[in-house]
Each structure stands twice: as structure tokens, then as C-alpha cells.
């Protein structure tokens, strides 16, 4: 992995909020390298710090948040550094493009669909209106939307789910971006068309050689199209490596957790894991491990001392004091054994 060439290279970040006049820290020094055409997956439950740590490399963070340290380097620049909206304007939608999880959200429901694409063609390329109605019906027939030319004047709710979002990802493709996020893309689809959808990402990935990001909890999707997978909690990556270093090999005790908490693994009459507890309080300064509260194997270190990374193989390092060589040899759940063993790689992917 390290001889691809580095696309974007994140050092260090600390995003805040102020809420009521405190402060939220939702990012904690994250440092992590995104590599030209891989398909990187970052998951975590809810309130983890994805959508915020994507987010900013667009520019897309809340109006009371803000970058307080660190550096996004993209194309020669540290982005993390652009203030103001005509800065952000030079990459969002023209190099680094987002597909949100909600289509209807993301399209005007006043205008047609083929305008709302030959918009951003418009405005990223400077393209008469002949010019980006002509290459808004070749990104809609690319996205797998039959009858172009019929389409191209409805409006977004004469569009089922499954076509809104490929009319989102035209809409994201349209400048060829070098980095595409997408942020949980398939939630509010059926499972056939979730599967249709990532395809057509993959697709799209493969013929481009486009770098994506997703924004995801749903650890089955990320079997089907991860090539490296980055495991967030509270703020912080903890572990991060390859799709089969996370499932087959996982180290630190959330991405056990998370695991173990797939419906695809669980035992017949049995009940499905869940993880006790809530996350940590972002407004207070956490001490040590985040997640040692909800570990049950938490070591008497995790309450007084943050881990640092531990390299477990070439691309694969966690954040735990589990990797410690003093520490005693804890056994992973069942769960995990089981996938260890590849017994269940098939489930993943059904």
C-alpha cells in the first residue's frame, strides 16, 4: 500500500464545536493517508465522528464548528487552512465530490432532474447550456438510468429511491472528481437496490480509478466493497488496515464489538450482542482508552493512559493496550474466532 501514491493525507486533526457556548471535540487527532483509486471504508456507530471527519475535507463543517488544529494536505495545499467559501468552491463538487444518504434531501424537488446536473456542469466547467445538457444525458445513461432524454425533464419525485440516489451520483461524478465521499449511500434503500447501488459505485470506481470514502455502520457493506477499512470511535481511528485485517484479524476490543454485533454472526436462539453503555461525554477531556468504560476486558492502564498504535502487520495498527507486550493474552469473543477461522466470510456478503 505505501508505494500508491498518496491523494490525501490528514495530520493531527482536532475538530470542535461550540454548543452553548462549550466546546464539543467530535474529532481527535486524527492522522490517516487516503491512496489514489482505493476504496477506504470508515465505520463506527452513530455519533463516532464520520460524517464530521469527511465533511471537513469539503468544507461542510457546521456553521459552529471549526478546524482547531492540524492539517488536510490535498493537492498540494493544506485545505484545513481555507476559510472562506470561494476557497472551498475551487474543490467541493469539482475535486472532491459527496453522496449523501438521503436522496430526496440532496436534489431540488422545484427543478428537473437534467438541469440539477447540468448546474454543477455549468458551474465547475463553464459549459453552455447545449454543451452540459449533452454530457448531463451521457452521465445519466452511465449512472444506469434508461430513456436519458425522458428523464431529463422530471422532476425528483417521479424518481423511486434507487433513481434518485444514481441521479445524486451523477450529479457527484460530473466534474470527474479525484475523491468521491459517500455518506452511508444505501440507508434509506431496500437491500436489492443497495446492492445495485454499490455495484454501480464499484463500477464507476474501477473506470475512473477514483478514490472513495465511505461513511458507514453497516459492516456488510463494507465486505462487499472496502479495499482498507478505518474504525472510529469517539473521535479517534483506534484501528485501521486492510478489509481482511479487520475481519479476520481485528484487534482492538470495539472492532470485536462491532463485530460481534453483526446479525449475520449471531447463534440460533441465542440473543444478539450488543455493546453496553453509552460513548464517552465529548465536551469533557477523556482520560486513556475512550472505550475502556464499555470494555468488559479493559485493562486497570485503559482508565489512566491512552494507548498509542501498535503495528500488527504491513498496513494493519490498533490503538490498544491489549498489543502491549506486557500485557496478559486476552481471547477474542466467539464471534471473532469464527471469522478468524473464515467460517463466516460467505454470511458477510448476504
Not at 88 to 110: C, E, H, Y
Not at 184 to 210: F, H, M, W, Y
Not at 300 to 306: K, L, Q, S, T, V
Not at 336 to 348: P, Y
Request: net charge neutral; with cysteine; aromatic share 8%.
Amino acid at each position: 500500500m505505501n508505494k500508491k501514491e498518496v491523494i490525501l493525507s490528514v495530520r493531527d486533526l482536532v475538530i470542535q464545536f461550540i454548543l452553548r457556548g462549550r466546546k464539543l471535540t467530535p474529532i481527535r487527532k486524527i492522522s490517516m493517508d487516503f491512496y489514489k483509486g482505493e476504496c477506504v471504508a470508515i465505520v463506527g456507530e452513530s455519533g463516532s465522528g464520520k460524517s464530521v471527519f469527511a465533511k471537513s475535507f469539503l468544507g461542510m463543517t457546521d456553521k459552529n464548528g471549526y478546524i482547531a488544529s492540524g492539517s488536510i494536505l490535498f493537492d498540494g495545499k493544506d485545505i484545513a487552512k481555507y476559510k472562506k467559501e470561494k476557497e472551498w468552491l475551487t474543490i467541493r463538487g469539482k475535486k472532491i465530490a459527496m453522496v449523501f444518504q438521503d436522496p430526496m434531501t440532496s436534489l431540488n424537488p422545484l427543478k428537473i432532474v437534467g438541469e440539477q446536473i447540468a448546474e454543477v456542469l455549468r458551474q465547475h466547467k463553464n459549459l453552455d447550456y447545449a454543451a452540459a445538457k449533452k454530457e448531463a444525458l451521457e452521465i445519466l445513461h452511465k449512472v444506469g438510468i434508461n430513456e436519458p432524454e425522458r428523464r431529463f425533464k422530471q422532476y425528483p419525485h417521479e424518481f423511486s429511491g434507487g433513481m434518485r440516489q444514481r441521479v445524486v451520483i451523477a450529479i457527484a461524478i460530473a466534474c470527474n472528481p479525484d475523491i468521491l465521499v459517500c455518506d452511508e449511500p444505501t440507508t434509506a434503500l431496500d437491500v436489492t437496490i443497495q446492492a445495485q447501488i454499490l455495484g454501480l459505485i464499484r463500477q464507476i470506481q474501477k473506470e475512473t480509478g477514483i478514490t472513495v470514502i465511505y461513511i458507514t455502520h453497516d459492516l456488510g457493506v463494507v465486505a462487499n466493497v472496502a479495499d482498507r477499512v478505518a474504525v472510529m470511535y469517539a473521535g479517534e481511528v483506534v484501528e485501521h488496515g486492510m478489509c481482511g485485517d479487520i475481519f479476520f484479524n481485528p484487534q482492538h476490543p470495539y472492532t470485536w464489538a462491532l463485530l460481534s454485533s453483526l446479525p449475520q454472526l449471531g447463534v440460533k436462539d441465542e440473543p444478539l450482542y450488543s455493546i453496553d453503555g453509552v460513548p464517552p461525554n465529548l465536551f469533557m477531556e477523556i482520560k486513556g482508552d475512550a472505550f475502556a468504560p464499555r470494555n468488559p476486558k479493559a485493562l486497570n492502564i485503559d482508565f489512566e493512559e491512552a494507548p498509542p498504535y501498535f503495528q500488527v502487520g504491513e498496513s494493519h495498527y490498533a490503538k490498544t493496550w491489549l498489543l502491549d507486550p506486557r500485557a496478559p493474552k486476552v481471547a477474542p469473543p466467539e464471534a471473532i474466532k469464527r471469522l478468524a477461522a473464515k467460517e463466516e466470510w460467505e454470511v458477510l456478503y448476504a
